[in-house]
């Protein structure tokens, strides 16, 4: 009796090791299965979408893998490419090498990061001789993450970029163009109601950066070359529902829906300028920024100077609109170095105030 005792208990010991190690294997054969099987459709859909491109717009890699195993599923391109020859913009991309993420748990969720160095060339239509620009860049980090939503044709969209420094080729000029920048970030999301629906045509953006720096041939009036901080929350309001690879197209649309930019929330902290201020703007018949905000500014009269010092305005005219907005200030009970005034686009020209500070030239 106790010798069978014994033998029933070295049995279920056994099978009390084997049983969950059995079961964590068969886990593992299912899951790599279902992995490879991802991947496979994965990798199927960028050669399929690779494929049939050509009208709107033309991608190519020199090299092409899926990996990841197990925890992602990366699409890895080397050389990757992508061109869009029928727009108004012809651009043209070209990076050294680029990945996306899936997880496989969530094939909604995908992540896309860019190495090494990135070129981009775009015609001006803006110019009568629709000249080419190319910006060239590289960065610390570049990554975008876009996650799908159900019933929206838009989903969420976050870009992230960290030291960033570039080139900027002005084909019209032959002027080159230094860029830097500390970061730069952008989020958009369908807008919604405040019962949660969605308002359609309408998205929510947000873009912020700092420490940005531009070194050029042409100075910046009054502002000077870095920009320490630049931040506006924005909903973007009667944008038609189509898939775009163009901005120009994209902006031509919008503009004959009637479609309009309304900031909630804009703060520049650029040499002497500390505004901050919210409204709405759209674009003019000659496609150039139209519209009105309502500003705050910092230290009003350091600003002045510096416009001043640089020939945007006169002195006298800018010493007239001082003292008017500050006792304007001083009534509403504001800040002793706070003024409050309207920042106005209107007929090509930017107002500060009363005072024309500058032209304004077409988007597109």
Known sequence: ??????????????????????????????????????????????????????????????????????????????????????????????????????????????????????????????????????????????????????????????????????????GATGEMEKVSAGRLQMHARPAENPDGSAEKGSYDIAFQAENVAVESGTAIPALGPAMDFFLAQTRLRGLPEARYVSAVELMRDWQAAGGTLAISDLVVKWGPLDLYASGEIGLDAKHRPEGELDARITDFEALLEALEKDGVVEEREARVALAGLVLVSQFQGKKSNEVRLPVVMREGKLYLGPLAIAELEPLY
Not at 21 to 45: D, H, N, P, Q, R
Not at 51 to 68: C, K, L
Not at 91 to 112: C, D, K, V
Not at 115 to 140: M, S, V
Request: charge should be neutral; hydrophobic fraction near 40%; glycine fraction near 8%.
């Open 1 to 170: 009796m106790s010798n069978t005792a014994t033998t029933r208990e070295r049995k279920g010991i056994r099978w009390g090791i084997v049983g969950p190690t059995l079961a964590l294997a068969c886990l593992v054969v299912i899951y790599s299965v279902y992995w490879f099987m991802v991947a496979g459709e994965v990798k199927k859909a960028v050669e399929a979408f690779a494929a049939r491109s050509g009208e709107e717009i033309v991608t190519s890699w020199s090299d092409f893998a899926v990996g990841g195993y197990p925890f992602r599923i990366e699409a890895q391109f080397s050389s990757p490419a992508a061109t869009a020859p029928a727009t108004p913009e012809k651009w043209n991309w070209q990076g050294e090498g680029a990945y996306l993420a899936l997880q496989p748990y969530n094939l909604r969720h995908a992540i896309l990061t860019l190495e090494g160095e990135q070129r981009l060339t775009y015609r001006d239509p803006g110019t009568a001789l629709q000249t080419t620009n190319e910006i060239r860049f590289k960065a610390g980090s570049a990554r975008a993450s876009y996650v799908q939503l159900a019933d929206r044709p838009f989903g969420r969209l976050a870009m992230d970029i960290a030291e960033l420094d570039g080139e900027h080729l002005v």
